[in-house]
């Protein structure tokens, strides 16, 4: 069998190897798939951490009812929603720090990565 690499594609025999999904098609719509594909990355850890934390907030008050008086017990789970809590602001934040780090820097678009080599 042949494996040649040529530009940006596979060649395996007689069939060129493209990739899988959309970031498999070519062309000149490469800079907006880069952007979508980053964007539902983004949007799946936002999610993810959101419950995440959320998580950590339920664990932390059923820590509180069943401690049964103990302060250690209680101490840890108060620690926890803390934790819980300060991740689902630093989440919210995180958004807007980008968008204000973009806009200090000259690049008012910074949130979406086609916007810095072209003009939009």
Known sequence: MNKLIAIGQV????QPFQGFGPLGISGANAP???TDTLSKVVG????VGFVWF???IILGAIGIVASGGDKNAVEKAQKQIT???VGVVIIVAAIFIVDLIGTILGTPNILSP?????IC
């Open 83 to 85: 934790t819980g809590i």
């Open 114 to 118: 086609t916007c810095i080599f072209t």
């Open 11 to 14: 060649q395996l025999g007689s």
């Open 54 to 56: 959320t998580f950590q």
């Open 44 to 47: 799946i850890m936002t999610v």
């Open 32 to 34: 907006q798939q880069f």
